[in-house]
């Protein structure tokens, strides 16, 4: 048995250079970039580099045989295969934990991957305010939500940067109150929190979104943080925030601030215990909803919505 494990760490090496050889230096450099988003490769063979604040960006090319052989290494290191009857793969990076989708012919005319970086460091509010991404009221307003324990709804398109402003929240929950404890629920691991007393979960498919958080709420959280709401958990999640676990924060795919309002009543209608009418509770239980978007400029914050309830079929909201 230990005469294997030399065989096993040796395997693991070659794996390793095998996968950085073949993603390059372009790549790897761009990994390694603590403002790097998103790195995509498109069938034509041009790179795209995505980074926090800024416009997105050609940075190299990588051949359609340098890129194929990229994802059939990544696939061995998966234990999986791409091949042309099953031309796609998802998973998690082995480089340094991003998440990776990536396809090859026939479903593409040359392969094509995109890497949602995950964050290397977890950048600030003050980042934000830098970077331009985040105006310094946009900012105060945040601060003062979160402090006060309000609910918070991150919402945007995909790419826009939820997670990683997300990531930026937290820190400043950690930075106000560190004695806090957290609980953080994913289906795939995502979210940097530095809390000093936090519990992440991750969703499987015996335990889902809806069973995390019920346990999450057995277990004495301050707050309750989902990284991403798609289905029948939010109604869950919004009985939480609004049964003493408030101060939460949760993510959710829409292209406005009041189309996430309307996407989080229909995954609450998705729950087998939905009540009749949903609005209210939204409007009891979500405080603020951020949107954040990529625009030609670089991700900005184009939008925070203060709600103060639901009444005579229209949300309330205050001014900002």
């Known amino acids: 048995m230990t005469a294997s494990v030399p065989e096993i760490t040796l395997a693991a090496l070659r ?14 450099a761009a990994l390694a970039d603590p403002k790097t988003t998103d790195l995509l490769l498109n069938p034509d063979g041009i790179l795209w580099q ?13 051949s359609a045989a340098q890129a194929e052989m990229a994802l059939r290494t990544l696939a061995a290191a998966l234990h999986t295969t791409i091949t042309a009857e099953k031309p796609w793969l998802e998973g998690i990076l082995p480089l340094d934990g991003s998440r990776i989708a990536g396809q090859i012919p026939p479903v593409v005319t040359a392969p094509a991957f995109a890497i949602r970086k995950r964050a290397v460091a ?12 985040l105006s310094a009221e946009q900012q105060a307003l945040l601060l003062n939500a979160l402090n006060a324990h309000r609910n918070i709804l991150v919402v945007g398109g995909t790419g826009s940067g939820k997670t990683t402003l997300t990531n930026a929240i937290l820190q400043a929950i950690v930075d106000h109150s560190p004695d806090e404890r957290l609980f953080i629920i994913e289906d795939t691991g995502e ?11 991750v969703a499987t498919t015996d335990f889902s979104l809806t069973r995390a958080v019920r346990t999450a709420m057995r277990m004495n959280p301050d707050r309750i943080i989902v990284g991403e709401v798609r289905g029948p958990e939010a109604l869950d999640l919004l009985l939480a925030w609004n049964s003493g676990h408030s101060g939460g924060v949760a993510t959710l795919h829409a292209d406005h601030a009041r189309g996430g309002l309307t996407k989080l009543a229909l995954y609450v209608t998705q729950h087998p215990h939905a009540p009749a009418v949903v609005e209210p509770l939204i409007g009891e239980a979500v405080h603020v909803v951020v949107h954040i978007a990529l625009t030609p400029a670089g991700r900005r914050v184009t939008e925070i919505l203060r709600l103060s309830g639901f009444r005579d079929g229209q949300y309330l909201f205050l001014p900002t």
Do not use: K
């Open 50 to 62: 995505a980074r926090l604040g800024e416009r997105m960006q050609a940075i190299g090319r990588m």
């Open 122 to 133: 977890v950048l600030t509010l003050d980042d934000y305010v830098t970077a331009g991404v």
């Open 15 to 28: 794996l390793d250079e095998s996968l950085r050889r073949h993603f390059g230096p372009a790549v790897l």
């Open 191 to 201: 979210i940097q929190c530095r809390a000093p007393n936090s519990v992440a979960y």
